[in-house]
C-alpha cells in the first residue's frame, strides 16, 4: 500500500494542526496505521498508532500526552492526527505508516513547525 501524508504546516505555540495520510488502495483496512516524526538531529520516534480494526490505539505517553489524537477511516483509507496545544518540541517531518505483520510502508513525511 501506498501512503500520501499531507496538512503539515506552520503554527504558534498552543495552536492546532490535522495531519491525514491517504492509502492507495482498499487493502489499507488490513494495516495497522499511525505516525513517528523525525525533529532535526534527532533519530525518527514513534508518536501513535492504531490497528486494523480501529479498537486499539497505543501512543508514546511522552508526546502525545493527551494532546494528539489518531483515527481512522477504512472506507475512505484514511487516517487523520489531530494535534492540539502543540509546542516547540513538535516541530518535526511526521511520517505515516502503514504495518502488517513485519512489513512496514512509509509515507513521504509532512513537515510540522511550531514557533513561539
Known amino acids: 500500500v501506498q501512503l500520501q501524508a499531507y496538512g503539515g504546516g506552520w503554527v504558534q505555540a498552543g495552536g492546532s494542526l490535522r495531519l491525514s495520510c491517504a492509502a492507495s488502495d482498499r487493502t489499507f483496512g488490513n494495516y495497522d496505521i499511525g505516525w513517528f516524526r523525525q525533529a532535526p538531529g534527532k533519530e525518527r520516534e514513534f508518536v501513535v498508532g492504531i490497528d486494523s480494526s480501529g479498537g486499539i490505539i497505543y501512543y508514546e505517553e511522552d508526546i502525545v500526552e493527551g494532546r494528539f489524537t489518531i483515527s481512522r477511516d477504512n472506507a475512505k483509507n484514511t487516517v487523520d492526527l489531530q494535534m492540539n496545544s502543540l509546542e516547540l518540541e513538535d516541530t518535526a517531518v511526521y511520517y505515516c505508516?502503514?504495518?502488517?505483520?513485519?512489513?512496514?510502508?512509509w509515507g513521504q513525511g509532512t513537515q510540522v513547525t511550531v514557533s513561539s
Open positions: 505508516y502503514a504495518r502488517k505483520v513485519v512489513s512496514v510502508n
